[in-house]
């Protein structure tokens, strides 16, 4: 039988991971199975039909899909005895359950290619480092950015009451198949009142109790009179200002094939058009007779416009670090702590498990607050930096030091942290972390590594980063860099605990 392929037919993720289950069991390699859905197609919804379970439901356990003809490829391909069932860890699961919503024509195969070298004891194929890991963390991201997307961008219309229809109906054309995540996530927000969400692939309704998913349905079924959006529109252009119009930045927030969806779309390149024929100067005129002329001296970095302030950490697109990272890493720790350690930046190992000083480094870190008799779960643990920068080197990510801009767009989460922990001592771990605290793009280590410093009404205690505690040459050094930090810390617990 060699060079069979077998087909395998899935409808949906839990379809492919019943029928990956029996497959990896059986010693099926990747090359020896070709995936395909009902009918051909890629639709994740193809095999859906009927009310689904309301937000928050239990899980139902997958019935697997086309099992005689997974068991036909498994006994055609390989006669081995057969594996153990395999143990996936949480965080790759979620990630494969995440890229099998990306639209692509060798989805299946790619998740199933991955499972294989996971279960071959290729654990690198997590990382960012490796080709399939970055195209899988890839994959997700983009999922999850669709689903903020639709989030931000799907409208709803009102239509008249009627008997047995959805309050509420909307129209969008998602780049993946996210409308399952992204209805529960309406359902939960919007309570008993009900809607309809129609894409060009499946249409879900929320009857205010539970989600009914049926075929698509034209797009015109969106197209209602709303009393509610010609006000929201009249809005709309009565803040439009024509002198502060940037059309490239108006583009980068709002990808153009969501505007053809949005009521305000339609507003938009008539508004653009009177700005270039004059209303721009008409805008800026009255602003400009007011000012007096003075020249008025302002550091650079305080003369960058303001910044769209996102709701969550995962929702920050204040820098680019965002599009290489696998994931933002908040701080963690004790709500009210009285010491608050700031490092610099996520390393490989945070990046990949969303916690902070979990690495190597994080290891030192343990065993320095062990010898200034601190317990860890008593602190609050952050970086100044949420996102991991790195830069390729062979299969690794190696650490690259943050930009002072990219330092500046971050301190908006570190303010965070610090009004709502209101520590009474920070301990600034490396460079980087002391320009943040302090907000200082010209503070140097050396310069504070001997005596605390009062700033903004707390104390800051600085010192080495454990990392460069691990690349210090020499044993002497490093047992010298240590003494450092242990002396630090003590000093940070002599001013909070004493």
């Known amino acids: 039988m060699a060079g069979f392929m077998q087909p395998i037919a899935v409808a949906g993720f839990d379809d492919w991971r019943a029928a990956a289950r029996e497959l990896?069991?059986?010693?099926?390699?990747?090359?020896?199975?070709?995936?395909?859905?009902?009918?051909?197609?890629?639709?994740?919804?193809?095999?859906?039909?009927?009310?689904?379970?309301?937000?928050?439901?239990?899980?139902?356990?997958?019935?697997?899909?086309?099992?005689?003809?997974?068991?036909?490829?498994?006994?055609?391909?390989?006669?081995?005895?057969?594996?153990?069932?395999?143990?996936?860890p949480r965080e790759l699961m979620d990630l494969l359950q995440r890229a099998a919503c990306y639209r692509a024509d060798d989805r299946w195969a790619f998740l199933y290619k991955i499972l294989w070298r996971w279960q071959q004891g290729q654990r690198e194929v997590m990382s960012m480092a490796d080709e399939d890991g970055s195209r899988l963390h890839g994959m997700a991201r983009a999922v999850r950015?669709?689903?903020?997307?639709?989030?931000?961008?799907?409208?709803?219309?009102?239509?008249?009451?009627?008997?047995?229809?959805?309050?509420?109906?909307?129209?969008?054309?998602?780049?993946?198949?996210?409308?399952?995540?992204?209805?529960?996530?309406?359902?939960?927000?919007?309570?008993?009142?009900?809607?309809?969400?129609?894409?060009?692939?499946?249409?879900?309704?929320?009857?205010?109790?539970?989600?009914?998913?049926?075929?698509?349905?034209?797009?015109?079924?969106?197209?209602?009179?709303?009393?509610?959006e010609a006000l929201w529109l009249t809005y709309y252009r009565s803040i439009f200002n024509p002198a502060r119009l940037n059309p490239d930045v108006m583009h980068s927030h709002v990808r153009s094939r969501f505007w053809k969806n949005m009521p305000e779309g339609a507003l938009v390149p008539d508004m653009v058009s009177q700005a270039a024929a004059g209303a721009r100067r008409v805008g800026q005129a009255s602003?400009?007779?007011?000012?007096?002329?003075?020249?008025?001296?302002?550091?650079?970095?305080?003369?960058?416009?303001?910044?769209?302030?996102p709701h969550t950490l995962d929702e920050c697109r204040r820098c680019e670090l965002w599009e290489h990272a696998t994931q933002a890493v908040p701080g963690e720790g004790a709500k009210k702590a009285r010491i608050m350690l700031v490092g610099e930046q996520p390393g490989d190992q945070e990046d990949l498990q969303g916690h902070p000083f979990v690495g190597p480094a994080g290891t030192l870190l343990d065993r320095a607050l062990a010898q200034a008799g601190i317990e860890r779960s008593k602190v609050y643990v952050t970086n100044a930096v949420k996102h991991f920068k790195w830069e390729p080197r062979g299969k690794r990510r190696l650490h690259k030091t943050p930009a002072q801009k990219e330092i500046l767009a971050c301190h908006y989460w570190l303010e965070g942290e610090l009004e709502h922990v209101a520590p009474q001592v920070v301990v600034a771990l490396g460079s980087t972390a002391l320009k943040a605290v302090l907000e200082d793009?010209?503070?140097?280590?050396?310069?504070?590594?001997?005596?605390?410093?009062?700033?903004?009404?707390?104390?800051?205690?600085?010192?080495?980063?454990?990392?460069?505690?691990?690349?210090v040459p020499g044993a002497d050094e490093k047992a010298r860099a240590l003494a450092a930090m242990v002396a630090a810390l003590r000093a940070a617990a002599k001013i909070a605990y004493e």
Request: charged share 20%; proline share 10%; hydrophobic share 40%.
């Open 145 to 228: 950015r669709e689903e903020h997307d639709m989030h931000a961008y799907l409208r709803f219309r009102e239509r008249p009451a009627g008997e047995g229809e959805p309050r509420f109906v909307a129209w969008f054309e998602p780049a993946h198949d996210v409308l399952p995540q992204v209805a529960r996530h309406f359902a939960e927000r919007m309570g008993r009142t009900t809607w309809l969400i129609a894409t060009p692939d499946a249409t879900v309704l929320w009857d205010g109790a539970a989600l009914h998913t049926t075929g698509p349905l034209a797009h015109g079924a969106a197209d209602i009179e709303d009393e509610g």
């Open 24 to 88: 990896i069991v059986r010693r099926v390699p990747p090359e020896s199975v070709q995936w395909t859905a009902p009918g051909g197609g890629g639709d994740l919804f193809g095999a859906v039909a009927g009310p689904a379970p309301a937000p928050g439901a239990a899980d139902q356990p997958a019935a697997s899909v086309n099992q005689g003809a997974a068991c036909v490829a498994a006994a055609s391909v390989s006669a081995a005895p057969a594996l153990p069932a395999p143990r996936v």
């Open 441 to 471: 793009s010209h503070a140097a280590l050396k310069d504070y590594m001997d005596q605390p410093v009062q700033h903004a009404g707390r104390w800051v205690v600085a010192t080495y980063h454990p990392a460069y505690v691990l690349r």
């Open 287 to 309: 602003a400009v007779g007011r000012r007096s002329g003075t020249t008025i001296p302002i550091a650079a970095e305080k003369a960058q416009p303001e910044r769209q302030q």
